[in-house]
């Protein structure tokens, strides 16, 4: 697990053994990635949906109504409390409905967040969008972030997208499928290079004024039969 910057460090050394002409043009603009590493467990799990479609200033002040009301993080308390309880922390009906799901799921036996540690990439992240409320982006997110998984792989990030363009000199942005295809050669260490790819696009943005990535405007509908 990439849970430190010993771990991190170890981590990219893997990388390198896999793909070292890439790692080694990375690291030379970029040094080492941060680890960005976060709270593991239901706490974890709780604040990526709470930030989810906020802001950072939003996302803290709900946090913080909600570690005062749920401090010990106890999914079984949630299941117990009323809505009423979990909307006055700043929840949306939608997030409380994900938050009750999860909590459910975990003291029903049918996810162990820890214990996630022990699968498979693939496997870890089929667990976690299994549970309603959950989606691609967050369980890549838990498994990044809050577990430390090294072989994460969020395919459907925009930044992680652009930044593949530049660092693999691309002619235009990979899709899913093409980013995932780009991943395939980093196995089992893929999270360690979406943490470098994410770095070195940063360095590189800052230094080029590189624009920000940008979901692709959509063609409009036609007509059926135009």
């Known amino acids: 697990m990439i849970v430190s910057d010993e771990t991190l460090a170890q981590a990219i050394e893997q990388l390198r ?3 070292a002409m890439t790692v080694d043009h990375m690291t030379a603009s970029c040094g080492m990635p941060p680890l960005r590493k976060r709270a593991g467990g239901f706490e974890g799990l709780a604040w990526i949906v709470i930030a989810q479609q906020v802001s950072t200033a939003s996302a803290l002040a709900i946090f913080a109504r909600f570690s ?11 299941v117990a409390a009323g ?6 922390c700043g929840l949306s009906t939608p997030k409380v409905r994900a938050m009750r799901a999860i909590c459910e799921a975990i003291v029903g036996g049918h996810i162990d967040l820890d214990g996630l540690a022990s ?9 976690l969008v299994a ?7 967050s369980a890549d997110v838990y ?11 969020p395919v459907g990030d925009l930044a992680l997208q652009e930044a593949a363009r530049v660092a693999l000199g691309l002619k235009k942005r990979p899709d899913h499928k093409s980013l995932e295809r780009i991943g395939e050669r980093w196995r089992p260490w893929r999270a360690a290079a979406a943490r470098l790819l994410w770095a ?3 360095s590189i943005k800052q230094a080029q004024r590189l624009p920000e990535a940008k979901p692709r405007p959509r063609k409009p509908a036609t007509a059926a039969g135009s």
Not at 68 to 78: L, Q, S, V, W
Not at 83 to 88: G, I, N, S
Not at 143 to 153: A, E, S
């Open 17 to 19: 053994g896999i793909d």
């Open 68 to 78: 005062t009301r749920f401090g010990r993080f106890d999914p079984a308390e949630i």
């Open 83 to 88: 809505d009423d309880d979990l909307k006055a």
């Open 119 to 127: 699968l498979s990439a693939d496997e870890a992240h089929a667990r």
């Open 131 to 137: 549970i309603k409320g959950i989606g691609p982006w």
């Open 143 to 153: 498994l990044l972030f809050c577990l430390g998984h090294p072989d994460v792989w």
């Open 200 to 202: 070195y696009y940063a």
